[in-house]
């Protein structure tokens, strides 16, 4: 994990670390190399003050890290105060921060500071080893906390004043590299993190009315990761290389509780919003074979206001919100599975907002749903993250893969009392197809189930939200594409058949 920030520049720089073996040594002078080499690969440029080696400890004074920044002119420049780096006599180093530090940051045009400001730095605790040895490094770090903090920056010679206030909970780490074929390295990592709290504030600095202010608070943050892919140097060369060899990405972050708290005023112009979660996760593989991605986020509330809005605040709450996909890339000659979800559960809101359409509660306040979930085989024609595919990716004579079977494992939506399930399969015929508009339709079946549609339309339209023919539109198209099972409850079963013929319940409708 990487943060803008560069706090603890030397422990992020070279906790991209391996297993090693138990004889394995390395030197103090060997991890400070390291350090720069890897800012090189970034196409950063090092510079440091002073070196001192003494009893088996390489002191580093007045390092300075300094990044170009594309189209500006300008560089992004970080100054680091002190680096120890002492010898266990094992085989190991030590890396020795000092309690409290400053880092200095700004971005320079010409030489020539354009913003800048200083950030204090307090460790307590705080433990770092390096082991093994060049090609095969690890690093251990573990602290009670960390925190940084910024009070003011200055712009082109203006004082801005600026909170800025990052505190870190006990965390424990442990990364590793490895080199392998050739510029190829071998990443894996593990951190823990007991919360996370950041306060940011700025005022408008010409003395006028306008502010921003920013609270986050994340517990229990546990990532674990293994990503394998070519050098930074390499990439620097040829990014498409990012997907050559035995390219991989396995990353996972959950957290705890959160709550969030952000407000501005320019002007005439306020907002305000205040969020809170019970937890999430994020999970993504990324692969030569498949790429995936899963989003949860639970427990959401939140009360937004704003001047662009007419009432006071709008309140929501949600149960869950999340998202997953799973698609194949490589072509095996072999049908492969694909997924897709979505799914807002539990979905309430405030009175206020009620009050606009249905202040005498006609309407039931029941939590509302939207959920689907799609599941299928596919076949992959080419491979997709091939080098010579993604080059020639706009020129491509056919599409990269074809569907060959769909199921509907969710369907459900739910408002207001009526709600609405399904599910179903169909299959892709690309031998000898019925085509809609030049797209194979596919032949199978789904099945609905609906309740309470008619009470919601006539509660809708005795409110004045539908007009009447709307309300009898609406009614006419559910009987004629369902079959009454019950008081407000019906059924469908929605078919495409080989020949082409749209039915529903049995009877042709195309």
């Keep these: 994990m990487k943060n803008g920030f560069y706090s603890g520049l030397f422990a992020t720089g070279i906790s991209l670390a391996a297993a090693f073996p138990a004889m394995a040594e390395i030197s103090a002078q060997e991890v400070r190399d390291l350090l720069v080499d890897y800012y090189a690969e970034l196409g950063a440029k090092v510079t440091i003050g002073s070196e001192e080696s003494s009893g088996g400890v390489l002191t580093l004074t007045d390092m300075n890290v300094s990044f170009d920044i594309p189209d500006s002119g300008g560089q992004l420049v970080v100054n680091i105060d002190t680096i120890g780096l002492r010898e266990t006599g094992s085989g190991a180093v030590v890396v020795e921060l000092p309690e409290n530090s400053v880092y200095g940051i700004g971005f320079e045009i010409g030489g020539q500071q354009m913003v800048g400001s200083d950030m204090n730095v307090t460790y307590t605790n705080f433990e770092s080893l390096v082991s093994g040895e060049i090609g095969d490094i690890r690093i251990e770090s573990s602290g009670d906390g960390m925190s940084m903090s910024i009070d003011s920056v200055s712009a082109k010679g203006q004082t801005v004043p600026v909170t800025f206030n990052l505190d870190f909970g006990a965390f424990d780490s442990d990364y590793t590299i490895a080199t392998t074929d050739g510029d190829e390295n071998a990443i894996s990592s593990k951190f823990d993190l007991a919360n996370l709290a950041l306060v940011a504030s700025a005022k408008d600095p010409s003395g006028g009315s306008g502010f921003f202010s920013l609270t986050a608070n994340i ?292």
């Design 219 to 510: 517990a229990d943050i546990i990532s674990s990761g293994d990503l394998t892919m070519a050098s930074y140097a390499v990439l620097a060369e040829n990014p498409l290389a990012l997907f050559d060899g035995n390219f991989a990405i396995d990353i996972g972050v959950e957290f705890g509780a959160s709550d969030f708290d952000v407000a501005f005023k320019d002007g005439s112009t306020q907002f305000a919003m205040t969020a809170s979660s019970t937890g999430g996760l994020l999970e993504e593989v990324v692969s030569k074979e498949v790429i995936s991605f899963d989003i949860v986020q639970e427990g959401v509330d939140v009360t937004l206001s704003s001047s662009d809005i007419p009432f006071p605040s709008v309140k929501a709450q949600y149960d869950e919100l999340s998202f997953g996909i799973e698609v194949p890339l490589k072509a095996t000659g072999t049908p492969s599975d694909f997924s897709i979800s979505a799914a807002l559960r539990g979905l309430t809101v405030g009175e206020s907002i009620w009050a606009m359409v249905d202040p005498g509660q006609t309407i039931p306040r029941d939590p509302a749903t939207v959920a689907v979930a799609l599941s299928g085989k596919a076949m992959v024609l080419v491979d997709i993250l091939n080098v010579e595919t993604l080059a020639n990716i706009d020129n491509m004579d056919g599409p990269p893969m074809l569907p060959l079977s769909v199921s509907l494992d969710e369907l459900q939506v739910s408002f207001g009392g009526a709600k609405l399930t399904g599910d179903g399969s169909a299959e892709f015929n690309f031998e000898d197809p019925v085509m809609l508009d030049g797209v194979p339709l596919p032949v199978g079946a789904v099945n609905l189930k609906l309740t309470g549609a008619f009470g919601l339309i006539d509660k809708i339209a005795g409110l004045g939200l539908l007009p009447p023919e709307v309300s009898l539109g609406a009614r006419g198209i559910i009987g004629a594409f369902a079959t009454p099972v019950g008081d407000d409850a019906f059924e469908s079963k929605l078919e495409v058949t080989e020949d082409g013929a749209i039915m529903a319940n049995g009877q042709r409708v195309k």
